[in-house]
């Protein structure tokens, strides 16, 4: 393998089977996704990372958070599905995909930091966190025994960016038009999130 | 002549006055402002612009707004006031300025048409507008008068980044930390009020 892209979504059986019937599936990026069979389809999958040689993947959740998809109730067990299914997958086809990066249940911190601690031991070679957790910054200090199981990991934080719609760009309006969301504010909601941790961190140690 | 700045902030007299007179100018941008004399004594100002050589500027009124400064039935009268004031000071001071933008009462659309009428005919070189109207995006249609009097003048519009503490970065919050809301949030809801209006006027005409 001589080139490895470090950052590509694939939602394992069992887990998208579940995203399907929650309710936030059903819509706005749940929507989408499933007109992509490669990305939850292994067949198609193999068979895209195939036409190219030298060429391998570390696999990564796409899409709405495990937060938004399922109440702090069931998203413990619902990340450990998710992490336990690409876990597998890369098990399974280590010439295609060479690692992945797990996700967590932020709406429920300690089990989310508990997670992390399991699937960092079994071999996740990052956590991907949304630069939100259901509306809120992931540097509120209940998340911060996270950050402490993952720093002495010593790898690394895919951020994803996740602003939907739903948070508008105007204090007079309720929600974000013509996908500015996204177009826009994905990459601003990621340098606001990058700022919030560096800044919360450096004044917590001071 | 040789060099000309086109976006230099001036607070001329009558103004300036009246804005530490107001609430939102005593806190905020207005209490930083004063910090700076060349924002507002002329003959400082002249100092400065003389220690270039072949060397002029374009002024503009400097933060916060006229229309969260005052209420919609005064704004209109200090939007004359200010612009006046600009005027005046380069008339009187030609080989240092060059020309001026004018500030429109933006809580007070239909004065605010008047009012880019008026500077326009009377040789502003271009109308500056915050990047949001007291929190509102500046492409609602109720301002679209304003713009077609704007560009009938084939003047340019400088926008002004505004974003405050006020306007939070996440749902779950009040305020915006760390000055996030300028470092990050004025070039974003620069982009964004562009977008916005891009996307309208191209909507409107469809």
């Known amino acids: 393998v001589r080139y490895i892209d470090a950052f590509n979504h694939f939602f394992p059986k069992r887990y998208f089977d579940a995203l399907l019937e929650s309710p936030s ?5 749940g929507k989408r996704v499933r007109g992509i069979p490669a990305l939850f389809d292994l067949d198609q999958r193999l068979r895209v990372v ?18 938004r998809l399922f109440p702090a109730d069931k998203s413990p067990e619902m990340a450990r599905v998710a992490n336990d299914g ?3 997958i890369v098990a399974k086809n280590p010439k295609h995909f060479v690692g992945y990066s ?7 911190p ?3 930091a508990m997670e ?7 071999g996740a070679n990052a956590i991907q966190l949304a630069t939100n957790a259901n509306g809120a910054p992931i540097d509120e200090k209940h998340f911060w025994p996270i950050y ?6 010593g790898r690394p934080i895919l951020l994803h960016p996740s602003r939907t719609r739903q948070m508008p760009d105007y204090p007079t309006e309720t929600y974000s038009k013509y996908e500015i969301c996204s177009v826009l504010g994905w990459p601003y909601e990621t340098g606001v999130t990058l700022s919030r941790m560096r800044t919360t961190a450096r004044c917590s140690r001071a």
């Open 110 to 112: 300690e089990a989310a």
């Open 116 to 122: 992390a601690e399991r699937v960092l031991k079994n």
């Open 25 to 29: 599936g059903a819509k706005d990026i």
């Open 102 to 108: 797990a996700l967590l249940p932020m709406n429920a």
């Open 50 to 67: 195939e036409q190219f040689e030298n060429y391998a993947q570390v696999l990564s959740h796409g899409l709405p958070p495990v937060e």
């Open 148 to 153: 402490e199981v993952i720093e002495k990991s």
């Open 86 to 88: 690409l876990a597998e």
